[in-house]
T-cell receptor, first 113, second 115 residues
């Protein structure tokens, strides 16, 4: 069975500050992990994914995430927040077939000018 | 290359009516997935289809909901006799089924409102 927990349903950061969005997963098989971003009234856009290659994954818009098996975590970071980063962020886990994704409940990121 | 297309983007139905949601996967993608997103919640898997086959429908409610992905044309998610609790955003995703098969690409969603 697989599941994802996103700690903090709402995160606020100042423009230019570090962004850290937390994701912990549970998986009985080697997981594939994803971060998606959702802007208001839009679909989900893939930010980055981990598929058992390098544990530090770089994505679009300056985001990156590190897979830590010992901590069962896949936290999303960005060194300097931009106003345009304000959105809902979802972490997801799947098995290596990708046939079914399990999503976290999302973290809403607010960027304060 | 156009992304995943969904229509309509917004759909309003009265209780008891039928809702039909359409999804055209990305070109070259043969796998389609449907998810439901309730307010303030993450996406919940409903069903996974390949052309003319339902592969996994473990997330579909047992009654009133059905899905198909015919040989020709878009995938259809059908909700019969809608109730207010069906109000949600319904997202479709597709994947190629070979290279990069583990990544799902999402459409913009259909927001269903049941009055």
């Amino acid at each position: 069975a697989q599941s994802v927990t996103q700690l903090g349903s709402h995160v606020s950061v100042s423009e230019g500050a570090l962004v850290l969005l937390r994701c912990n997963y549970s998986s009985s098989v080697p997981p594939y992990l994803f971060w998606y971003v959702q802007y208001p009234n839009q679909g989900l856009q893939l930010l980055l994914k981990y598929t058992s290659a390098a544990t530090l994954v770089k994505g679009i818009n300056g985001f990156e995430a590190e897979f830590k098996k010992s901590e069962t975590s896949f936290h999303l970071t960005k060194p300097s927040a931009h106003m345009s980063d304000a959105a809902e962020y979802f972490c997801a886990v799947s098995d290596q077939t990708g046939n079914q994704f399990y999503f976290g409940t999302g973290t809403s990121l607010t960027v304060i000018p | 290359n156009a992304g995943v297309m969904q229509n309509p983007r917004h759909l309003v139905r009265r209780r008891g009516q039928e809702a039909r949601l359409r999804c055209s996967p990305m070109k070259g993608h043969s796998h389609v997935y449907w998810y439901r997103q309730l307010p303030e919640e993450g996406l919940k898997f409903m069903v996974y289809l390949q052309k003319e086959n339902i592969i996994d429908e473990s997330g579909m409610p047992k009654e009133r909901f059905s899905a198909e992905f015919p040989k020709e044309g878009p995938s259809i998610l059908r909700i019969q006799q809608v109730v207010r609790g069906d109000s949600a955003a319904y997202f479709c995703a597709s994947s190629p089924g070979f290279t990069d098969q583990e990544t799902q690409y999402f459409g913009p969603g259909t927001r269903l409102l049941v009055l």
